[in-house]
């Protein structure tokens, strides 16, 4: 069984590269429409010159796993400006895909939790079309829309879970269905466990991105390793590794919050399940070290006997 590891975003090593620089609206209407405009071009391009040094470090250190911030470009959906982001830049985007197919990387977007398809509000369902387009049109100027995927979570109940999860289908038409092949839900630390995304994925025909520290907080009736074994048949179809979100509570009083790092120990049970399966999957390390969390947990990972270190960001687990 081999498990790749990778972060989200911001490579915390690495000085002044954060890809998440922004501009507010209010400052953007404070500098008026030319500058402002001026200065959403040059914070964009910071934040790509960022993803590119964090791609060349990922590389270096033979991370094959990343998740790209979905900040990279300042108010891109702002129904006053939804400013053209891609024909300025098609170079630096260019450059990004090429390093990224060139190695082999595997890149995602998270959209942030209000981009959701339950709500009995059209514009909130609106909102978040247009905002699952945005995600994908960056895919599309860097080149890697058909092997990437921006992943999302199902969303609120709404006082009835029945209702909320029909309107999940319902309210999906409307997604462009170039985007809707492009992305995966994950379950949640509250409301849709992981057998009720699985359930939702099934139907829909979406990959599921278990996160272990949701289902450890959100509990369903389904043993671990079955659980496993259903997540898993959601992927076959795209010919892709399964991917899992890792991390752990920052405390018992705060479970639900993420640590710094991961504790190994909270982890255990997931090992046991995906030893017994034996299949290869992709963890993606949410914990707030980044990734100094994701090379420490390989580090200790890789002292487990059996376990044998075969790359900067990967182990095989005989």
Not at 20 to 37: D, P, S, V, W, Y
Not at 136 to 145: F, H, K
Request: with cysteine; glycine share 4%.
């Amino acid at each position: 069984m081999k498990i790749r590891f990778g972060y989200v975003a911001n490579a915390t090593c690495l000085w002044e590269a954060s890809p998440a620089k922004t501009l507010t609206f209010k400052r953007f209407t404070t500098l008026g429409k030319e500058e402002g405009l001026a200065k959403l071009l040059n914070v964009t391009k910071q934040n790509i010159e960022s993803t590119r040094r964090i791609l060349y470090y990922n590389t270096a250190h033979q991370i094959e796993l990343y998740r790209l911030s979905s900040s990279l470009v300042p108010l891109a959906t702002h129904p006053d400006i939804e400013w053209d982001f891609v024909t300025p830049f098609k170079q630096e985007w260019r450059e990004l895909g090429d390093w990224i197919i060139q190695h082999a990387l595997r890149v995602s977007f998270h959209p942030n939790q209000f981009t959701l398809f339950t709500s009995p509000q059209p514009h909130i369902t609106k909102n978040a079309v247009k905002d699952m387009i945005f995600h994908y049109r960056m895919l599309e100027a860097i080149g890697i829309e058909k092997q990437s995927y921006i992943n999302i979570h199902v969303g609120g109940a709404y006082g009835d879970k029945v209702a909320a999860t029909a309107r999940f289908h319902e309210n999906l038409k409307q997604l462009p269905q170039q985007v809707k092949a492009q992305m995966t839900l994950e379950n949640d630390d509250k409301t849709y466990t992981a057998l009720e995304t699985f359930q939702i994925c099934q139907k829909e025909q979406i990959p599921l991105v278990f996160d272990y520290h949701h289902h450890m907080a959100n509990l369903c009736e389904v043993p671990l390793t079955d659980l496993l074994y259903d997540v898993f048949s959601t992927w076959k179809h795209t010919n892709v590794v399964p991917k899992i979100h890792i991390s752990s509570p920052k405390s018992e009083t705060a479970f639900r919050s993420h640590a710094d790092f991961v504790d190994i120990e909270f982890l255990k049970p997931l090992f046991k399940a995906l030893q017994e399966i034996g299949q290869n999957v992709d963890f993606m390390i949410e914990a707030k070290m980044k990734d100094q969390a994701m090379l420490k947990l390989i580090e200790d990972i890789a002292k487990i006997r059996g376990v044998k270190r075969v790359s900067g960001g990967s182990v095989i687990w005989k």
